[in-house]
C-alpha cells in the first residue's frame, strides 16, 4: 500500500470549512484514497473514499489532484464534534477478505469555538 | 442504524490470565477483524476472518491469540495467556460482502492487564 504524509496537527474555527491535507505521491492506479476519523479513543469512523474523481457525501467532500498524488479532505462547516484525528488510508480495493488497513499517525484536528 | 457491538467495555485482568472479548458484528457482514490501540499509538490491525477462518494476521496476532465465531452472531478473540503489553484498546469492524471500501468499528473493549 502507498505511504501516506499528513500533517500532525490541524486547527479550525467553529462553522468554519476544515480543510485536511494528504500526500500519497506513491500511489498507484488501483489504489483508492479512503479517510477515516477517531473521536477520543472511540472506533474509528469512515467517512469518504474516493479513486480519482471528487467525491461528496453528507459528511465531507474529497478532491484528488489531477495526478492523484495528494488529496484533500474538506468538513464544510467544522462543529466541535468534528474535532478528532483524521487518517488517510490508500489501499487497493480488495474483494473483502484482505481489506484491513493500515492506519498511521493522522492528523489531530482541534475545533475551535 | 445498525451498529458493531462489543463487550465488555473494560476488562482489567492479572498478567497471565486467559481473556476473552466479544464482539457482535452487523448481521448482514460477512467479514470481520480485530484491530489494537496502544494508549497513545497508532490503530493496529490483528486478524481478519471470512468464512469462519483466518484470512491474514498480522506479526502481533502470534499463537497467544484466536478467534472464533462461535454462533451466527458473536465473533471473538481470546488472549490466552496476557501480558502487560497487551494492556490496549482492542476494536472489533465489520464489513459487508463486496463493500469494502467502508469498515464499521465496534466502540473497543479497553483491556488493562495488571
Known amino acids: 500500500d502507498a505511504k501516506t504524509t499528513q500533517p500532525t496537527s490541524m486547527d479550525c474555527a467553529e462553522g468554519r470549512a476544515a480543510n485536511l491535507p494528504c500526500n500519497h505521491s506513491t500511489i498507484s492506479g488501483n489504489e483508492y484514497v479512503y479517510w477515516y476519523r477517531q473521536i477520543h479513543s472511540q472506533g474509528p469512523q469512515y467517512i469518504i473514499h474516493g479513486l480519482k474523481n471528487n467525491e461528496t457525501n453528507e459528511m465531507a467532500s474529497l478532491i484528488i489532484t489531477e495526478d492523484r498524488k495528494s488529496s484533500t479532505l474538506i468538513l464544510p462547516h467544522a462543529t466541535l464534534r468534528d474535532t478528532a484525528v483524521y487518517y488517510c488510508i490508500v489501499r487497493v480495493r480488495n474483494g473483502g477478505s484482505q481489506g484491513n488497513l493500515i492506519f498511521g499517525k493522522g492528523t489531530k484536528l482541534s475545533v475551535k469555538p | 442504524e445498525p451498529e458493531v457491538t462489543q463487550t465488555p467495555s473494560h476488562q482489567v485482568t492479572q498478567m497471565g490470565q486467559e481473556v476473552i472479548l466479544r464482539c457482535v458484528p452487523i448481521s448482514n457482514h460477512l467479514y470481520f477483524y480485530w484491530y489494537r490501540q496502544i494508549l497513545g499509538q497508532k490503530v493496529e490491525f490483528l486478524v481478519s476472518f471470512y468464512n469462519n477462518e483466518i484470512s491474514e494476521k498480522s506479526e502481533i496476532f502470534d499463537d497467544q491469540f484466536s478467534v472464533e465465531r462461535p454462533d451466527g452472531s458473536n465473533f471473538t478473540l481470546k488472549i490466552r495467556s496476557t501480558k502487560l503489553e497487551d494492556s490496549a484498546m482492542y476494536f472489533c469492524?465489520?464489513?459487508?460482502?463486496?463493500?469494502?471500501?467502508?469498515?464499521?468499528f465496534g466502540p473497543g473493549t479497553r483491556l488493562t492487564v495488571t
Open positions: 469492524a465489520s464489513i459487508k460482502q463486496g463493500h469494502s471500501y467502508e469498515q464499521y
